[in-house]
């Protein structure tokens, strides 16, 4: 069975979304563990009402980066993990971390990248006075949400969006977005080579 470790830092709707497709089947994993860098991550009841190993990390109680990296990176490898998923985990990782994991840890990211990596992506899709919007899912690379995209979803843009619409309606296609990519991850369609993602035989 593919494990399967998620990061969050939040509500974990997405983490929610690709537990609930495990036990579904829609993917071919298990979520064996679910950690946080902070104890306030709504989504830690989710897990533990589903019997997943919860943990937090506090980076507050490191002296920087690469100490609180060195535990998590210590943590997540103790629960033998096939895929690190980041599902709203709020911290930048540093590239030793990110090399540890490389090809085998994804992201979603609420923009369509390349456009807004970063913070406050609906605010600038706004801002900029774009048409349409989204969400993707990429192989993380240690350069911030630059790491080569495995599936993306677009919505419209309305006239009367704010930043709170505009984030309800691309979250909305984000949690069947996550499973789908997820999926072709564990299944070995999507694949990462010399910073391309392969999906069968197309390079993107
Ligand atoms: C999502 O919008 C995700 O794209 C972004 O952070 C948000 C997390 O939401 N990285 P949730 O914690 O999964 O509900």
Not at 180 to 197: E, I, M, P
Request: hydrophobic fraction near 45%.
């Amino acid at each position: 069975m593919t494990r399967i470790v998620v990061l969050i830092s939040g509500r974990g709707s997405n983490m929610q979304a690709i537990v609930e497709a495990c036990n579904n089947g829609a993917i071919d994993g298990s979520v064996v563990a679910v950690i946080s860098n902070t104890d306030k991550a709504g989504g830690l009841k989710f897990a533990q009402s589903q019997n997943i190993a919860t943990a937090v990390v506090d980076h507050t109680a490191f002296a920087d980066r690469n100490q609180f990296d060195a535990e998590l990176l210590t943590l997540v490898d103790s629960f033998k993990p096939d895929w690190l998923v980041l599902a709203g985990f709020m911290r930048i990782l540093s590239a030793d971390f990110v090399n540890h994991f490389l090809g085998r840890m994804v992201n979603i990211h609420p923009s369509l990248l390349p456009q807004y990596p970063g913070l406050n992506t609906h605010t600038k899709a706004l801002a900029a006075g774009d048409t349409e919007h989204g969400a993707t899912v990429h192989f993380v690379t240690p350069e911030l949400d630059a790491g080569p995209i495995i599936a993306q979803t677009r919505v419209p843009v309305l006239p009367t969006d704010t930043e709170q619409t505009l984030a309800e309606r691309v979250l909305l296609t984000e949690h069947d977005l996550f499973t789908h990519a997820l999926q072709l991850c564990v299944s070995g369609v999507a694949r990462y080579a010399d910073g391309k993602c392969t999906l069968g035989n197309a390079r993107m």
